[in-house]
């Protein structure tokens, strides 16, 4: 008596079934679960699809699925055993639009799934702190859309669970202006235009620009492709108003 390692009871049910020999006590009935699964691959569009999906990129058509009219099988190369996808199994693939590798998607995957926009949800912010998240999360979403597209818009995730002023200060010093800054290729001058810093006082702004002495530094007044330089104004995260300055259109342009 040996164990047959690649021979299970889904298999022996199937072999009975196609011999026409009916299981009939209770204890031995084989319960069909048509149940849906569900399969998410997060970053979809970050991994190498041929060897995620291998042979499966086929099976996985709606067509091609176990039952249908043009059902496929494969013989998996390790246990030697034919498989194919049934129809109650759903595959849902997570990706960004602002990642870069999302331009170089594998047609044939494109062709498999359907593909259904995510858009920020400002509407499930609140206000925290007399700070209306909503209209934060929106005025600097409308502002990235002119100067970058709508692909790079901010998503509400990073809203959900603020509670207080620190949590915002938070999120914005560690995700949010990380990102921005990424987005923009650290094009400060465009990072400030999203926060509205250029109409707030400059106790409230979050980047400052203190200026350059070119004389002290390198003995002459005018040094050729030299650049801006620009300061964290940490001491703003702190304070509700540099958050109200951002959808306010309140104070000059300076």
């Known amino acids: 008596v040996y164990e047959l390692s690649r021979f299970g009871w889904p298999e022996l049910v199937e072999y009975l079934e196609a011999a026409s020999v009916s299981l009939t006590r209770e204890e031995h009935e084989v319960v069909k679960v048509s149940q849906p699964r569900v399969l998410i691959i997060d970053e979809i569009n970050r991994g190498n699809i041929s060897r995620i999906f291998g042979e499966l990129i086929t099976l996985i058509e709606t067509s091609k699925r176990k039952g249908k009219a043009e059902a496929l099988e494969v013989v998996l190369p390790y246990s030697k055993k034919k498989f ?87 999120v914005f010093q560690r995700q949010v202006l990380p990102l921005l800054q990424e987005y923009f290729f650290e094009d400060w001058e465009k990072i400030a235009l999203v926060l509205n810093d250029h109409r707030k006082a400059a106790d409230h702004r979050f980047l400052s620009q203190p200026g350059n002495d070119l004389q002290a530094l390198f003995g002459k007044e005018y040094v050729a492709n030299s650049n801006l330089r620009w300061n964290l104004n940490t001491g703003a995260f702190i304070e509700p108003e540099s958050y109200l300055g951002i959808y306010s259109a309140a104070g000059p342009a300076l």
């Open 84 to 170: 194919s996808v049934p129809d109650n199994v759903y595959l849902i693939g997570t990706m960004n639009t602002a990642d870069r590798s999302l331009a170089g998607l594998d047609i044939a995957l494109r062709r498999r799934f359907v593909f259904e926009e995510m858009a920020p949800k400002p509407d499930l912010l609140g206000t925290v702190d007399g700070i209306d998240l909503k209209k934060l999360l929106t005025t600097m979403n409308q502002r990235i859309e002119v100067l970058l597209g709508r692909d790079y818009l901010l998503g509400h995730a990073y809203f959900i669970g603020i509670k207080s002023v620190a949590d915002l200060k938070d």
